[in-house]
């Protein structure tokens, strides 16, 4: 959610495996808000590059669960965000004045950022966007893999929930790491990486 090709997380993968393994491309793109636009698009990617991991972050999540058929790493995953989108955000989005105080309360950042859109008709979308990511997470679990921080603070609220995860992925898919939502680059460095590499056999091939 207002994330995109020049965020954090992206920027350091594609610099470490550009200087570590320059035979793996990382291929990084902002995408559209509305998840109906956001899943066309990232059918595209998929069907051009044939990606052999796929990694989604917080609300990035759910588009890159309901991808079948490819190993997916998850970040910080914000299963329950669509709840508040759909079920809560979108009818109160029909009131005057609600999207332009979302709006507000969510600027746009600077870079190559996601340009968030809050109307009823892109907001109800997200309804459909998680029951297809939990469908397809839950049809292939052993393809899935999370990592959580301790000190999330989107734990609170239930928008990033373990036991919504191992509900629906079952246990054992997922570790913690001693960071916030936001995964801090000793984490990506200690962590994610090395699960990347794992996943892609790199370091079985050098």
Known sequence: MGGGADSRIPRLLSAYFSR??????????????????AGERIAGLVAEY???LVIGE???????MRLRGVPRLFVSPSLNAPLYFGYLAAPLSLL???PALLRRLFPVKPGERQRLDFRFSVLRKFRRL????????????GMCYAFFGTR????????VSICTWNRHLGKGRCCRYPGTHFME???VSALL????EDCLMLKNNE
């Open 193 to 196: 990486i090395p699960r990347i």
């Open 96 to 98: 005057p004045g609600v």
């Open 130 to 141: 998680r029951r297809e990511a939990l469908a397809a997470g839950e049809a292939e679990p």
């Open 185 to 187: 680059e000793e984490f």
């Open 50 to 52: 044939r990606p052999e």
């Open 58 to 64: 917080s609300l990035g999540a759910c588009q890159a």
């Open 20 to 37: 570590e393994h320059p035979g793996v491309q990382v291929v990084l793109r902002t995408l559209p808000f509305d998840p109906q636009e």
């Open 152 to 159: 999330d603070h989107y734990r609170r609220s239930g928008i």
